[in-house]
């Protein structure tokens, strides 16, 4: 259950600082590469899924990676009396769940892993009960950070399961350059003033139009199978998921009262203000495959 916001307003939003790009486009000649290689394997990028555990070690690792800090992140801003309680509960509740996914593609351990994560999510409560901390929050973070972690184990796992991982990747990130570029520019009304007083509604209909010519152009290379509409409605999807991703995290923060959730992105902040979005993409976009698999968009 999603926490109360506060009544207490935070200062006014500042105009984007512009001497911050270069930042923000070194940390993503970094990021990029990163989740390039770690996605695509030892192998060449149309095969169709990982061929032995050893390959998809360092996607796994990856996403390890991640859900520990956007778990130390959650636990510094929503529990700040004992953060590494809480981060240590949400991150054991998350990696129990996923490392079981990994271990087989059978549905019957998805659904066991789901189970594994609302015990954990169970347990993070009473962690953070007894040392004084919120406890819906410390088990929101695992219903938080978990859903897209375990999205992304399966997506990856299926066959072409590497195209569709890019493709996310590429509706995403297409969607917030979209918003950023051509919010800048065309500025006007503001999409939501209360949470995020820099989004633009111009914005966010570019992030939009990026976001599905970017699924379209996955889709038109050769190896892909699935149609041009389909890969059309998939990134108007993922597009929608990814910009109210980033409203979510937006309004969390406010409610927490932080600026970033954390620092460690220079340019970017923490990394949950990087992967937001991705966080509610990867859910649509694994519900988009599994209508996939059972006949729809070929």
């Known amino acids: ?15 984007f600082d512009w001497s911050n790009l270069g930042l923000r486009i070194a940390s993503g ?47 510094a801003m929503s529990a700040p009396g004992a953060p590494i309680r809480v981060s240590a509960a949400v991150t054991a ?31 993070s409560a009473l962690v953070a009960r007894g040392v004084a901390e919120r406890p819906a929050d410390a088990a929101y973070g695992v219903f938080y ?11 990856r796992a299926t066959n072409q399961g590497v195209w569709w991982t890019l493709m996310l990747f590429a509706c995403t990130w297409g969607a917030d350059i979209g918003a950023f570029a051509v919010g800048s520019v065309l500025k006007g009304p503001k999409l939501w003033p209360k949470f995020s007083p820099n989004k633009t509604w111009s914005g966010f209909f570019g992030g939009l139009a990026t976001a599905m010519l970017a699924g379209t152009a996955m889709a038109s290379l050769p190896y ?12 108007l999807s993922v597009g929608l998921a990814t910009m109210a991703g980033d409203l979510w995290e937006s309004a969390l923060k406010r409610r ?34 599994l209508a996939n698999e059972i006949g729809w968009g070929h």
């Open 29 to 75: 000649f970094v990021l990029v590469p990163t989740a390039l290689y770690a996605t695509l394997g030892k192998h060449q990028h149309w095969v169709p899924a990982f061929q032995d555990r050893q390959e998809a070690l360092p996607y796994l690792l990856m996403i390890a990676v991640a859900v520990a800090l956007l778990s130390i992140e959650w636990g």
């Open 145 to 155: 950070i978990g859903p897209a972690a375990l999205c992304l184990v399966w997506l």
């Open 256 to 289: 927490f009262g932080v600026k970033d959730s954390g620092d460690i992105i220079p340019g970017h902040g923490g990394l949950l203000d990087r992967v937001d979005g991705l966080m509610f993409a990867v859910v649509v976009m694994a519900a988009a495959r």
């Open 93 to 123: 509740a998350v990696l129990a769940a996923v490392f079981l996914a990994y271990e087989t593609h059978k549905l019957s351990h998805y659904l066991l892993a789901w189970a594994v994560m609302a015990v954990g999510a169970l347990a």
């Open 224 to 235: 892909f199978e699935l149609s041009l509409w389909a890969a059309a409605f998939i990134g």
């Open 1 to 15: 259950m999603a926490p109360s916001w506060p009544m207490t307003p935070l200062p006014r939003a500042r105009r």
